[in-house]
Nanobody, 127 residues
Framework: QAQLVESGGGSVQAGGPLRLSCTAP????????MAWFRQAPGKEREGVAV????????TYADSVKGRFTISQDYAKKSVYLQMNSLKPEDTAMYYC????????????????????WGQGTQVTVSS
């Protein structure tokens, strides 16, 4: 299967927006959970947001609630992360991840729940 592909990262001033995209053209998209993670230097990878593609429900980390929104486009087999009111502490490498229905789950925002990963896209927020 093709790997996940992220795009949309870049440098932005604090308070500004960015929109990240993730596409999985050869995965069984409608039978998967798709998620966004991030990892800053010296810190472990943390879950940001996840969506159950089949039913459209989503879960967010407390640190981004009210600022970030995950969405999908079924026809394009893509998920998006709209990031608003960005802060310097949001600076990290952002990764797209996926898990098949029925796989072992350690919680929706745990990296251990996901088997498929993209290469990452860098987000840098300056003061």
């Amino acid at each position: 299967q093709a790997q996940l592909v992220e795009s949309g990262g870049g440098s932005v001033q604090a308070g500004g927006p960015l929109r990240l995209s993730c596409t999985a053209p050869e995965y069984p998209y409608d039978n998967m959970y798709m998620a966004w993670f991030r990892q800053a230097p010296g810190k472990e990878r943390e879950g940001v947001a996840v969506m159950n593609i089949g039913i459209g429900t989503s879960t967010y980390a407390d640190s981004v609630k009210g600022r970030f929104t995950i969405s999908q486009d079924y026809a394009k087999k893509s998920v998006y992360l709209q990031m608003n009111s960005l802060k310097p502490e949001d600076t990290a490498m952002y990764y797209c991840a996926a898990a098949q229905y029925g796989s072992r789950s350690f919680g929706p925002l745990s990296k251990r729940s996901y088997s498929y990963w993209g290469q990452g896209t860098q987000v840098t927020v300056s003061s």
